[in-house]
Each structure stands twice: as C-alpha cells, then as structure tokens.
C-alpha cells in the first residue's frame, strides 16, 4: 500500500536511468502503463456491467425479492469493499501488488464466468413467476449455493485488485524525479478518464444488452473483458516495475498496539530513549513526545533495554519494539476516524439508493415512445452525470466567476462542502420516501404490480444522492488523502473503501432489526417481494433521520478534526 516507498527505487529499475542495461533500462514508464490502464479498463467495465444492473437480474432471474435481495446486494458490496484491506494487506507483506493484481483479475475472471452459466443454462436457476406478485419458485439451495460462488470469486477478485491498480501504476515511475512526477499527474488523469469511459459503456451499452436482449450475452461480455484484461496484463508483464513487498501498515500498526501493551507500564516522558528505526531526523523523537493525542502507543517505541536492538541497531522483535514513524502512522489513522466515521453515514444514503432506487424502477411505468424499454439499471447513470455536471461547472464556471466579483480565488471549504453534501442526503430521502408513497399509491389504485408514475419521477431523488456524493464522499476522499503523509495515501484509499463496506453491512443489521420490529406488529415494512405491499417511504425516512444525526456529529464534534490551512495539513502536526 506504500505508493512512495515502491515508487523510489533505486535509479536501475526506472525508464529514466541512465543504466546500459537494455534489460532494465527500458522497463517502467508509459510502456508499462499502456498495459495497466487498458487492464484496469476492461475490469472495471467487466465489474461495473454487474453491479449496476445486479439488482434488476436477482428480481427477474432468481425471483428473489424482499430483505434477502436487499442484504444478499448489501453483504456482497460491502464484503467487495472489505476484502480490499486484506488485499492491501497480502499485496504489501507477500504476494507484491503484481501477483496481487493477477490473482485477483484471475479470481474475478471465474466469478463472472460462473455468472454468465447462471444466466445461460435455465437448470441453474429457478422457473420464471408468471405473476411477480405472487411468485412461488424461489431458488433452490444448490442454485443459490452456485450463484453465491460466482459472487465471492468476484468479491475476492476485488479485494485484490482495488488497492493495487493504482499503486502499481504509480510503481512504474520515478517520482524522485521532476520528470517522473509530471508522468504519475498525467497517468492519474489518464487513469479517471478511463475508468469514466468503461463505466459509461458498463452502465449503457451492457446493461441495455442484459435487460432487453439477453442475460446470457449481456454476462458473456464482461466476462470476456475479463479475459481481455488478464491477457493484457499478462502481455506487459516483460515491461513492468515490480517493487518486492516490503511489509504492511496495517500489520504495522497492529505490532504498535501489541508492543505498547507489552510496555504499558514504561513511562515516556523526558529522559527516554526512541527507537528511530531506519529514520534520521531525531526531531521525529520531539515529534512523539509533543503529540497530544494517544499518548499510550508512544511506549511501543521506547527502548526500555539496550538488549532490544541488535548489532545493526535494528529492533530484533518487532512486536515489542516498533520505531517513531510506526507510531506516527498509527497516530495519523486514528487522527482521520472521527471525520471518516461521517462517511459511513453518507454512503448508507448512497448504497441504499443504488439498490432500493432500483426497485423502484422495476416497478414503475418505463416506456418511453412506442415500444423503447428504459432499463431500470440505467438510473445509476443518473447520479454520475450530476456529480460528474456539477464538478465541471464547480470548477470551470462558479469559480471563475465568483473569481472575477470577488477578486480572489475562494473555493468551498472541506467543511462546508461535507455539510452541504449531508443536508442534499437529507434533502434526498425526503424526496425518496414522498415520491415513494405517491408511486405506492398509483399502483393500489390501479391494482397493477407496476405503478403507472412514470421512471421520470425518479429523477430528483438520484440527482440529490449524485449531489450528496458530489459534496460529501469527494470532500471526504480529499480529506483522507491530503491530510495522510505521502507514503500513506494509498492506505487513505484503502479506509475510505472501507467506509462504504461499513454503511452496507450497518444497513444489512438496520434492515433484519426493521423487518423484526414491524413484523412483530402485523406487517413488514420491508419483507415483501412487492413493493406495494411495503412501506418503503418508512425506511427512507429513518435513513433521512440518520442523516440529520450525521449532521449533528458533524457539525459539533467532526469538524473540529478538519484543519482548512495549507500549513496545517498534517492533522498531528
């Protein structure tokens, strides 16, 4: 996970040396980078053609509905989003990000292989429900068992791939050059722009193909970008940097705990002694002893015995004498928890409506014209063209002008821009749970399974969710990477996927304790396949109160751990 210490290697290995060695030589740079972009391409359209339309293919397919599509979509996000912490993990301490990034391509490959079986051969799932409204062939075990390998092979897949794409390609040059940082800016720019243009095709072309043509060839094509990719990748592979794995921060900060409990009755105050570890600035020693904040791990880098270093001066257990930069990292993690704790809360608002939003749409009048089907999947585009609308005019528009009046370049601080995010999540689930019960409405009125409130109706409710992320989860994304050192951002990234992890699983609990309350009193909310006979607009309106919570944390204890000033961007500094 450590982008700045793969990334500075010795002057041999890098595109820019001056080595003979042809070998060598030319390894790195844009040669390589060719090869992991259009990897990362095509998995992410592979990856993006599933998720986006998942909930629409378990619905129709697999006749599932109810809580258990919900938390079945919940558990698999989330465990996609957490298996990139262990993957950071076997990437940085084994495997090197190399190994990682083709196991997990591999991983994903099989998945999506498995899932494109399901769809094509009838025998793996369950006879199609002639009335949706009261549907009596649920799948059955072995079915479900099948399905659920191909899930978890694309989960662990993930895992591996998520916190590796980026910081291999980072790998590939030599940032201790003016030369090589220019080439990381321009491959970051080029790796968005790629990810953008394969989530564009995943959640148009390939979802159109899988819900009005075919299942089978809508999951056969990415499963064969999948192929792509690992072809690809594995064409490059006589050009990449491949920077040996040189241990964990995660495992680091594990050795801090456990070395800081093994001394919890050292004192550290003036007159010890740290343990520097390969650093050379003593001024990291005043840097401990000045923090303010967990001043109990600090013992893990006390030499309490001159018998714990050995000739090299290097510490012989790790796990009972750990050096002042560990500690340091520790300290900067848990410096980030309370602002990354209001993460949680947003991506609760914006999960939820990735899958319950879908729902919805399956049951709501989609024709447009004379016979053009609107694919419900194709809602998610909504909330990425209004993040996508409001950063460019945020940037090239409203600064510029607001530029010109005031005379001097003010932009909205991370502050304010995560408040508003959190107020437009409010906002949101109101407009949700209103527009809910008018959907719910029209189709008891008409005695219909499918509203006749048009899909248009939806509109509102995914552009205030692209608004929210726009303001909150960007905001929070630039929190974590800009106040983490640099040899730590790409673990910023790691947590931040974690978040989202969190928000699916607490919403997974919250919906198991609704249905269990509501049930309790005569009716579900939220257990029934149809969604007429629940009361979704409930469930929204909690998740709206939730907010409101997140808005309270925020604004009167969060906040404070957010520092606006340049010089300040350390948070323990």
Request: contains cysteine.
């Amino acid at each position: 996970m450590d982008i700045e210490s793969s990334t500075t290697q010795s002057p041999h290995v890098h595109q820019e040396s001056t080595n003979q060695d042809p070998l060598i030589k030319h390894r790195g740079g844009w040669r390589a980078i060719k090869y992991i972009i259009a990897n990362e391409s095509f998995e992410k359209l592979a990856s993006m053609s599933l998720i986006g339309n998942l909930s629409v293919y378990l619905t129709t397919k697999y006749n599932l509905g109810g809580i258990f599509l919900v938390n079945i979509i919940n558990i698999w996000f989330g465990s996609c989003n957490f298996l990139s912490i262990p993957g950071a993990f076997v990437s940085d301490a084994y495997l090197g990000r190399f190994w990682t990034l083709l196991l997990g391509s591999i991983s994903s490959f099989l998945g999506m292989g498995i899932i494109a079986l399901t769809a094509a051969l009838p025998r793996l799932r369950p006879e199609a429900c002639k009335d949706p409204t009261n549907c009596s062939n649920p799948p059955e075990r072995w079915q479900l068992a099948v399905l659920f390998a191909g899930l978890g092979l694309v989960a662990i897949g993930a895992g591996g791939i998520r916190p590796c794409n980026i910081a291999f390609g980072a790998d590939q040059f030599d940032t201790s050059t003016t030369k090589g940082k220019s080439n990381l800016e321009t491959f970051f720019n080029w790796w968005y722009f790629s990810f953008t243009v394969a989530l564009v095709i995943a959640l148009t072309g390939v979802v159109y193909i899988q819900t009005n043509i075919s299942w089978a060839i809508g999951f056969m094509i990415p499963t064969a970008c999948l192929a792509l990719s690992i072809t690809t990748f594995l064409i490059g592979q006589h050009t990449y940097i491949c920077a040996e794995p040189k241990g964990s921060v995660f495992a680091d900060m594990v050795k801090v705990v456990a070395a800081a409990c093994k001394k919890r009755k050292v004192k550290s105050g003036e007159g010890v002694t740290f343990y520097l570890g390969s650093s050379k600035d003593g001024s990291s020693t005043t840097l401990v002893q000045n923090r303010e904040r967990l001043r109990f791990v600090e013992k893990a880098a006390v030499i309490t015995d001159p018998n714990e270093l050995n000739e090299e001066g290097k510490a012989k257990n790790n796990w009972r004498l750990c050096s002042v930069e560990q500690v340091k990292n520790l300290k900067c993690v848990t410096g980030i928890l309370p602002v990354w704790v209001t993460g949680i809360a947003c991506f609760m608002l914006t999960d939820q409506q990735n899958i319950y939003g879908i729902l919805q749409a399956i049951q709501m009048e989609k024709t447009f014209g004379h016979n053009f089907q609107v694919p419900a999947g194709w809602m998610n585009l909504i909330s990425m063209i209004t993040l996508a609308v409001w950063i460019s005019l945020y940037e090239c528009v409203i600064l510029p002008i607001a530029s010109l009046i005031t005379g001097r370049k003010q932009r909205l601080t991370m502050k304010q821009r995560i408040q508003i995010g959190i107020v437009m999540g409010i906002v949101c689930m109101l407009v949700a749970g209103f527009l809910e019960r008018s959907r719910r409405a029209a189709a008891l009125k008409k005695g219909s399974f499918v509203s006749p409130v048009s899909i248009v109706m939806l509109l509102p409710q995914f552009m205030l969710a692209g608004l929210t992320e726009a303001f909150s989860a960007v905001a929070l994304m630039e929190f974590l990477t800009v106040k983490m050192p640099e040899h730590m951002r790409a673990v910023a990234g790691a947590i931040f996927f974690l978040s989202s992890s969190i928000a699916s699983y607490i919403c997974t609990l919250l919906i198991i304790v609704i249905d269990s309350v509501t049930r309790k009193e005569g009716r579900s909310w939220l257990g029934d396949k149809d969604l007429n006979k629940n009361r979704l607009e409930y469930y929204f309106f909690i998740i709206g109160g939730v907010q409101a919570v997140n808005l309270l944390y925020f604004r009167f204890f969060a906040s404070r751990f957010i520092t606006e000033n340049n010089e300040d961007n350390e948070i323990f500094s």
